[in-house]
């Protein structure tokens, strides 16, 4: 199997030739200073949204003082939404209510100095569920599957299935020894051929293989 470059905007051809637009490398498709993604990450929306940093985060604004980084090969559901930390709204005081953004005069002042961010970081391999939200500042570890609508805060452990509101872990995924065989693998990291010749084993689930096709 050969995977479409990275480059690709729209990587899965249907049987018939066409390129089925609602699926994305999102890669090519983000221009946005504070958000990083990594190569072959896929998101699909049946809308065929045009500005997809501002589908997945429409609160992180270009010099926002956190970011968004989404690792590689991740598989993102229409829906999935990441709300990052410019979205909270100042609880110093007695009231919540943004009153300066409605104030030209103090709007500028306002804008310029937002209080700081938590990076929100998801590690290679994820996949997100249909309408799952990642709150500011979580750190969702490498393979870890979330489920639909659930909604992540913290720490997510690498190779967690988590699911619920509050995301929940609901099992690992493999044993801890397998977990840290594929976490030093990192096969995400291999040129792009090794995996190719990879990906049967990696359909197959068996590690041992895994670490025979491992580059030199």
């Known amino acids: 199997m050969t995977l479409a470059t990275p480059e690709t905007r729209h990587p899965l051809i249907l049987p018939d030739g066409t390129a089925h637009k609602p699926n994305v490398f999102l890669k090519p498709v983000i221009d946005h200073p504070n958000i990083d993604v990594g190569e072959y990450t896929y998101a699909h929306d049946d809308r065929q949204p045009e500005n997809w940093a501002n589908v997945l985060a429409p609160y992180l604004f270009p010099g926002a003082p956190e970011r968004l980084s989404i690792g590689r090969f991740c598989q993102i559901a229409e829906g999935v939404q990441f709300v990052t930390s410019t979205a909270n709204h100042d609880m110093r ?124």
């Not at 190779?159 to 801890?176: E, K, L, T, W």
């Open 93 to 216: 005081g007695l009231s919540t209510y943004p009153f300066p953004i409605f104030d030209q005069d103090r709007f500028g002042d306002y804008a310029a100095n937002p209080p700081p961010g938590r990076d929100t970081l998801v590690g290679h391999d994820c996949w997100l569920g249909r309408e799952a939200m990642v709150l500011p500042g979580a750190r969702i570890g490498c393979g870890v599957i979330v489920g639909a609508r659930a909604v992540v805060a913290g720490s997510v452990p690498d190779y967690a299935i988590v699911a619920g509101n509050p995301a929940q872990v609901v099992r690992m995924r493999f044993s801890d020894a397998d977990i840290s065989r594929l976490l030093a693998l990192a096969w995400w990291d291999w040129p792009i051929d090794a995996i190719e010749r990879a990906i049967p084993v990696l359909e197959a689930g068996d590690v041992d293989a895994l670490e025979q096709l491992a580059p030199g």
